[in-house]
């Protein structure tokens, strides 16, 4: 059975850091896309980055120039920087892996971040 698994999330001042990992484990599945997205208290999931198998990216309007979103095929690993981060960033955030070919896809448990003073 597959298994997404998130790491790196963590309390942090406004404008600092944070690299959020995420590792596929359970089975040799090639996900077409990875992505990350996020919810906050009180509101629904919305998506943070997505990236193809093939390196394309795309990130939400709030994240971008600040987060990057970047993948390890090989290890089957999606990875998110996170900068100057604010606030309005505090959010569980969620991994997600899509397989077309099997029409499936998978989330992780979440891993929370806090941005505050």
Not at 73 to 91: G, I
Request: net charge positive; charged share 15%; glycine share 12%.
């Amino acid at each position: 059975q597959v298994q997404l698994v998130e790491s790196g999330g963590g309390l942090v001042q406004p404008g600092g850091s944070l690299r959020l990992s995420c590792a596929a484990s359970g089975s040799s599945i090639s996900f077409d896309y990875m992505g990350w997205y996020r919810q906050a208290p009180g509101k629904q999931r919305e998506v943070v980055a997505t990236i193809s198998s093939g390196g394309s990216t795309s990130h939400a309007d709030s994240v971008k120039g600040r987060f990057t979103i970047s993948r390890d095929n090989a290890k089957n690993r999606v990875y998110l920087q996170m900068n100057s981060l604010m606030p309005e960033d505090t959010a569980v955030y969620y991994c997600n892996g899509r397989a077309f070919s099997i029409g499936v896809t998978y989330w992780g448990q979440g891993t929370q971040v806090t941005v505050s003073s």
